[in-house]
């Protein structure tokens, strides 16, 4: 028994430490953020109990409903200090309001892809919150560093959602680890233990996770939604050009198969005009929201590459405690 306990702490000692700016979390983790929808308060709450980062995405939901899911998983994480952050796509039209209502909650940090507004760092120093880019190249991640950054999250090929390379994670990410001060995140097809460890030796400082924590019980999409990602089987992901005007990787059903054709036009019901710029081929928006209602056939449901990996649906914190162990055994 007695050995049993000190083994356990020698255990947790060992754990890497994901730090930058004032977050200093338990587990080299950051979970992704994925909208329309897919984490929420519901979500980020729970990778923060289990000793992560946990981020709320901002897409496709309103400035009031962000303010409401903040402070819910605020609440629901703070007993344990877990660290809650905000994902603010910069392609969308709200991208400013959205990002001074998240530092007005006092958010622990904020997280944007999709393009890069100096303005971001700025607000973020102005509230001392720290502001990190996704990147997918050196150019872009030294861009970021030299505008503020706090540090970036290098994604590969292998992400689920929009992609901004066609590089494999483990290709791209030493160039940023060698071109930048400071921290590096790596993200796109982390699935193991293993991963983590091949990610922190080529010299990152924590992984993101997206796929892998949509198959929780905590995760706010809904269960068909969940179910597509343990059906999925090989070669079931396909990439898509959205009306964002990048390509996204996402799971083949009734949808795809008829945008694949990028020639194809598809009637839009309503317009919100939420994105800066949109090829109006069709409505990305309705269709991320469809998928978030459950009619997963004729909705985009966003995976990454090895998405058929996910056998079953499990807590937020049985898939970082398997993670840690594997990560500890391949060390």
């Known amino acids: 028994m007695i050995r049993s306990h000190i083994m356990k702490e020698v255990f947790i000692l060992e754990l890497p430490i994901l730090q930058f700016g004032h977050i200093k979390s338990r587990v080299p983790i950051m979970q992704g953020g994925m909208g329309v929808g897919i984490s929420l308060s519901g979500l980020a709450a729970a990778v923060a109990n289990a000793g992560g980062i946990g981020t709320i995405s901002g897409t496709g939901i309103t400035i009031e409903e962000l303010r409401s899911h903040i402070r819910k998983a605020r609440e629901e994480s703070k007993e344990r200090m877990g660290y809650i952050g905000v994902n603010i796509l910069f392609a969308v039209k709200d991208f400013a309001e959205k990002m001074q209502a998240a530092l007005e909650e006092k958010v622990d940090f904020i997280i944007s892809g999709a393009g890069i507004s100096r303005d971001m760092y700025a607000w973020g120093k102005a509230h001392n919150t720290p502001v990190i880019s996704i990147v997918s190249s050196a150019k872009v991640a030294r861009l970021s560093e030299r505008l503020g950054a706090s540090a970036v999250v290098v994604e590969g090929f292998e992400a689920g959602g929009h992609l901004g390379t066609d590089r494999p994670l483990f290709d791209i990410l030493p160039e940023v680890v060698e071109a930048v001060n400071i921290p590096v995140i790596a993200a796109g097809g982390i699935m193991t233990g293993e991963d983590i460890a091949k990610a922190m030796r080529l010299g ?57 054709n990028e020639e194809t036009k598809l009637r839009i019901k309503k317009c919100h005009k939420c994105l800066k710029i949109c090829s109006f081929r069709f409505c990305t928006m309705e269709a991320l ?29 049985q898939i970082i405690d398997k993670l840690m162990d594997e990560y500890q055994e391949v060390r």
Request: proline share 1%; net charge neutral.
């Open 289 to 317: 929201n469809n998928a978030i209602i459950g009619d997963v056939q004729n909705g985009l449901v966003f995976a990454g590459s090895r998405v058929q990996e996910i056998k079953e649906i499990r807590s937020v914190q």
């Open 204 to 260: 990152a400082s924590g992984v993101q996770i997206g796929t892998h924590f949509v198959a929780s019980h905590e995760c706010d999409a809904p269960l068909a939604f969940k179910q597509m990602y343990v059906d999925a089987k090989q070669d079931d992901t396909i990439l898509v050009k959205t009306t964002v005007g990048l390509y996204g990787r996402a799971i083949k059903n009734r949808l795809t198969d008829l945008i694949s």
